[in-house]
């Protein structure tokens, strides 16, 4: 696998957990780091996605999505904290 696939990699996990962290730490100030965080992986995963070809476009592609549903769960999250 490619480098750069595994930073992304390395990248969505780091989001998943201040996810989990947020969630559980009942901190709102942590849900602007996650939203920056959001954008700029989902910039990052259409820049890789026009470079890789092969088994490494599918994982960025199914790591995309993480960081596409982590965007729809924060808001929800926020509704849980308040």
Do not use: C, W
């Not at 969505?12 to 559980?24: A, C, G, P, S």
């Not at 009942?26 to 959001?38: F, G, S, V």
């Not at 990052?44 to 026009?50: C, H, I, P, R």
């Not at 808001?75 to 904290?81: D, E, H, N, V």
């Amino acid at each position: 696998m490619d480098p750069d696939t595994l930073k992304f990699f390395s990248s969505t996990n780091k989001l998943t957990d201040m996810l989990y962290d947020t969630y559980y730490k009942k901190d709102i100030r942590m849900l602007e780091h996650i939203e920056a965080e959001k954008i700029n992986l989902i910039r990052e995963a259409y820049k890789l996605l026009n470079s890789k070809k092969g088994p490494d476009n599918i994982v960025i592609y199914h790591l995309g999505e993480v960081v596409r549903l982590a965007h729809g769960s924060s808001s929800q999250l926020m509704g849980i904290i308040l």
